[in-house]
């Protein structure tokens, strides 16, 4: 069944959040989107995931019916854009590009945080334990590694003077391992259920 529910595209998305005060990043609220959809708790729900982008007891007043509808469906549109991502297995992390030391500081705590406050956090949608295979649990842990890694990169390059390309490549190869890492869980987690999670959705 196809969603009525369109995405409005990264930059109007970008403004839709600080609109609405939204201290969580686009990319997180992405990875988070994609934890969420590719988690076996079978209650979490979208509103769910929307919520814990804003702060405790700093959710945005909704003041109309049509305000709230618009809010929730450009939410919505964003969903159903990640489900099409994961049901292509075709999760990918925010493209790296170089620049200063900086630069690759802010894209380190960036990724240390689409990773584990996203994709981890949204997976495991609040609850402590799942009722999960070994090797996804596995996976799981893997990734929550890989973001502690970049964390301590970023404390790494912050003591540095100088900084060259072959850190933005250690960079990008623990990219295309976070990848990876999405793309087994997907493929052998997901996949098989892809169907029961469309209709949990929709």
Request: glycine share 4%; aromatic share 12%.
């Amino acid at each position: 069944m196809q969603s009525e529910n369109v995405y409005i595209g990264d930059d109007k998305f970008k403004k839709f959040l600080e609109h609405y005060n939204c201290p969580t990043d686009i990319f997180e609220v992405k990875l988070k989107f994609a934890g969420a959809i590719c988690s076996p708790n079978a209650n979490l729900r979208p509103t769910d995931v929307i919520s814990s982008f804003f702060e405790d007891n700093k959710q945005p007043r909704l003041q109309t019916k049509d305000e709230a509808n618009l809010f929730f469906k450009f939410f919505m549109g964003l969903w159903d854009e990640m489900f099409k991502e994961i049901s292509l297995n075709n999760l990918k992390l925010p493209k790296a590009r170089k620049g200063s030391k900086e630069d690759l500081i802010l894209l380190c705590n960036h990724r240390s945080r689409q990773i584990e406050c996203g994709f981890v956090e949204g997976f495991w949608g609040g609850l402590d334990k799942l009722d999960i295979p070994n090797f996804a649990g596995e996976l799981i842990n893997s990734l929550s590694d890989l973001a502690e890694a970049y964390y301590m990169l970023a404390q790494k390059l912050s003591k540095m003077d100088n900084v060259d390309d072959n850190i933005f490549n250690v960079i990008v190869n623990m990219d295309k391992k976070a990848e990876e890492i999405f793309s087994f869980l997907i493929e052998h987690l997901v996949l098989p259920r892809i169907n029961d999670i469309q209709k949990k959705v929709n």
